[in-house]
């Protein structure tokens, strides 16, 4: 081992053990904070908690549907509460949230969407939708792809529906806007029809809800 | 405007859908089953009120309720407190000592069912329950066992 190469090692440790460390510590966070709640459904309880899934769920649509939005971690946090038994309700919540904002890029002027964007402050988002509306529409999925490899470029453009289900599924896209920036974008494309979109949608979101509710939480 | 109903349409299909999708797939609990008895309208126990104990199974917690038998009703203090169950018809069959009832009661405002299978023996009652709530997402059922007399316990008089 040339001292080059260990030199690169120690900081690519350092890193993988901190990541160990967070996903520990967040594992251990999520058990705690479940303990905490005493979500355990009872008589007493029950109708508040039925309340609260009714909120979060409506929370979890709304804020997934919005570009650079967080509201992924709500599903897990109902999914994490719940188990296996509440997978069918995230599931059917993501494929509505995924779809509302698809239906907003496609119906919405984007001087309207990016009106109303800035009006919630949300300027990340209100950027991407300005320097969309720029472009011509068959050329604004591509903008979010900017700096991704030709192949990974390729596939969108020869398999748009399969590209699609895949992006909004990988994790770390909020980078790129989230699963509701692409939605949208995908809306704003003009390039999307809805029913394969809606298809590819059923697809691409269900394999954690499935594996869930098929094999418990 | 016909981009935007056609928008509105595929919503609210993709709502309906996910909906129906989910009250589809969900996974049924049943109640707890009356057996096959001779069973007769409740009667017996009329005028009777049972102070019991019950676990529920899945949380380990204690509850102390009243089972009230009234002309050929059914009613349990804790049902009435939760969600206004209201009296239930209630059913027996005698089987040399031992007395056995059943009795489901639902709640009118919220989709909870309670049913309740148990015996009576010298005066003692055990019994086991579901308490089964169906949502149109969900079904959720606890269990619950329990035993009481006609006497109430000291922790049943410093509650009430």
Same mark, same amino acid.
């Given at each position: /081992?040339?001292?080059?190469?260990?030199?690169?090692?120690?900081?690519?440790?350092?890193?993988?053990?901190?990541? %160990?460390?967070?996903?520990?510590?967040?594992?251990?966070?999520?058990?705690?904070?479940?303990?905490?709640?005493?979500?355990?459904? /009872?008589?007493?309880?029950?109708?508040?908690?039925?309340?609260?899934?009714?909120?979060?769920?409506?929370?979890?649509? *709304?804020?997934?549907?919005?570009?650079?939005?967080?509201?992924?971690?709500?599903?897990?946090?109902?999914?994490?509460?719940?188990?296996?038994?509440?997978?069918?309700?995230?599931?059917?919540?993501?494929?509505?949230? @995924?779809?509302?904002?698809? *239906?907003?890029?496609?119906?919405?002027?984007?001087?309207?969407?990016?009106?109303?964007?800035?009006?919630?402050?949300?300027?990340?988002?209100?950027?991407?939708?300005?320097?969309?509306?720029?472009?011509?529409?068959?050329?604004?999925?591509? /903008?979010?792809?900017?700096?991704?490899?030709?192949?990974?470029?390729?596939?969108?453009?020869?398999?748009?529906?399969?590209?699609?289900?895949?992006?909004?599924?990988?994790?770390?896209?909020?980078?790129?806007?989230?699963?509701?920036?692409? @939605?949208?974008?995908?809306?704003?494309?003009?390039?999307?029809?809805?029913?394969?979109?809606?298809?590819?949608?059923?697809?691409? =979101?269900?394999?954690?809800?499935?594996?869930?509710?098929?094999?418990?939480? | @405007?016909?981009?935007?109903?056609?928008?509105?349409?595929?919503?609210?299909?993709?709502?309906?859908?996910?909906?129906?999708? =989910?009250?589809?797939?969900?996974?049924?609990?049943?109640?707890?089953?009356?057996?096959?008895?001779?069973? *007769? +309208?409740?009667?017996?126990? #009329?005028? +009777?009120?049972?102070?019991?104990?019950?676990?529920?199974?899945?949380?380990? #917690?204690?509850?102390?309720?009243?089972?009230?038998?009234?002309?050929?009703?059914?009613?349990?203090?804790?049902?009435?407190?939760?969600?206004?169950?209201?009296? +239930?018809?209630?059913?027996?069959?005698?089987?040399?000592?031992? %007395?056995?009832?059943?009795?489901?009661?639902?709640?009118?405002?919220?989709?909870?069912? *309670?049913?309740?299978?148990?015996?009576?023996?010298?005066?003692? %009652? +055990?019994?086991?329950?579901?308490?089964?709530?169906?949502?149109?997402?969900?079904?959720?059922?606890?269990?619950?066992?329990?035993?009481?007399?006609?006497?109430?316990?000291?922790?049943?008089?410093?509650?009430?």
């Amino acid at each position: /081992m040339t001292p080059k190469s260990g030199a690169k090692i120690v900081p690519l440790a350092v890193k993988f053990l901190a990541l %160990l460390t967070f996903i520990l510590l967040a594992t251990w966070g999520a058990h705690f904070i479940r303990d905490a709640l005493n979500l355990e459904i /009872m008589p007493r309880n029950e109708q508040g908690v039925h309340s609260a899934v009714m909120l979060g769920t409506a929370a979890y649509v *709304v804020l997934l549907a919005l570009p650079f939005v967080p509201g992924a971690e709500i599903g897990i946090a109902l999914l994490t509460s719940f188990g296996a038994s509440i997978a069918p309700l995230v599931y059917a919540a993501t494929v509505t949230a @995924m779809m509302l904002a698809y *239906v907003i890029g496609l119906v919405l002027p984007t001087t309207a969407l990016v009106k109303l964007l800035t009006i919630l402050r949300m300027r990340r988002a209100a950027d991407l939708i300005a320097r969309a509306a720029a472009l011509p529409p068959d050329q604004r999925i591509g /903008m979010l792809l900017e700096e991704a490899p030709p192949n990974i470029m390729s596939l969108v453009l020869r398999r748009r529906y399969v590209a699609l289900a895949i992006a909004v599924n990988v994790p770390g896209n909020a980078i790129i806007g989230g699963g509701g920036g692409i @939605m949208m974008m995908a809306g704003l494309s003009g390039i999307f029809a809805p029913v394969p979109t809606l298809i590819a949608i059923l697809i691409g =979101v269900s394999p954690v809800p499935l594996v869930i509710f098929f094999f418990g939480a | @405007m016909k981009a935007v109903l056609k928008a509105v349409a595929l919503l609210i299909a993709v709502i309906a859908t996910g909906a129906a999708t =989910v009250a589809l797939v969900k996974e049924d609990m049943p109640d707890l089953a009356m057996p096959d008895a001779p069973w *007769v +309208s409740g009667s017996v126990l #009329d005028g +009777s009120v049972f102070y019991t104990t019950d676990q529920v199974i899945e949380s380990g #917690d204690v509850i102390l309720d009243e089972f009230h038998f009234k002309d050929g009703a059914f009613q349990s203090a804790m049902c009435q407190i939760y969600c206004d169950f209201g009296w +239930s018809d209630y059913k027996t069959w005698q089987d040399g000592e031992t %007395l056995h009832f059943y009795a489901v009661t639902r709640c009118p405002d919220a989709p909870h069912t *309670v049913a309740f299978l148990g015996t009576v023996v010298d005066g003692k %009652l +055990s019994f086991a329950g579901t308490w089964t709530t169906r949502r149109w997402y969900w079904t959720h059922q606890i269990n619950v066992i329990g035993e009481g007399t006609t006497t109430p316990t000291a922790a049943h008089l410093a509650e009430s």
